[in-house]
């Protein structure tokens, strides 16, 4: 609760940046492959990074045959048996993908800090002005 | 003719990025709205500017309406009469918005580039060694 006693408006902390990497011709990778990845590491289970995104097995297991399409070495990698009746992970190439696609979000964010809260004041002052004539 | 020479897949020469911009409780600015604000810009008219993007003009309305409801001041302006009956520009909001857009594209790009660049070669190797096997 302290935490929101600076503004009415708590939410409005920084623009996000939602980021899709275009590989020319190649295929595309935005949040939505990189979530399913974090969240297939996290279950170690491509059924159950499904489930908690809410999508049917056979859209995340297309954008896992994607993935493991695009790049030289597989980014998930499946395997059967064993006292989990089979199971997955992310490679090491799947970690490094995570890592690198994390940086490249948090790089821009930083590298356009005084821009994006510019943008963001020019919303807010709608915000405000919206909030004081109520 | 002479600038594919080096590379027999001309088309994959660096990664682009999309960006969306979250402002949080208020709304999304992405690609789509700013390449609508660049034709408005380009064809005075919303209008034209929809057709230009095979978009209905119902659709390119509802999103000038959505970006003047963001922000403070209007992007979009609209006159009615004279010699073309009427048409829209951006405001100088809309400029600065359409530049801010494209600089933090740029300086996300800039700031990533090796980390990009590397993210495409191991993209790149898969397919070089596609080729070769075929």
């Known amino acids: 609760m302290k935490r929101k006693s600076r503004s009415r408006r708590a939410k409005s ?13 190649i ?6 492959k990189i979530e ?16 908690a995104m809410k999508m ?7 954008l ?3 993935l493991n399409d695009v790049f030289a070495e597989p980014i998930v990698e ?3 048996g064993g006292t989990a009746r089979g199971g ?6 799947g970690d490094r993908l995570v890592a690198s696609y994390e940086a490249v979000v948090q790089k ?3 590298a356009n800090r005084a821009v994006l809260n510019e943008i963001l004041r020019s919303a807010q002052s709608r915000e405000a002005s919206r909030s004081s004539a109520s």
């Open 56 to 62: 049917s097995y056979r859209r995340a297991w297309l």
């Open 36 to 51: 399913l990845l974090k969240q297939i590491r996290t279950h170690r289970s491509i059924s159950a990074a499904a489930r």
């Open 108 to 110: 821009s964010v930083d």
């Open 78 to 80: 499946k395997w059967f």
């Open 13 to 25: 902390t920084a623009i996000e940046l939602s980021i899709r990497l275009d590989l020319p011709g």
């Open 64 to 66: 896992v045959q994607d």
């Open 88 to 93: 997955a992970t992310l490679t090491e190439a």
């Open 27 to 32: 295929g595309h990778i935005g949040p939505g």
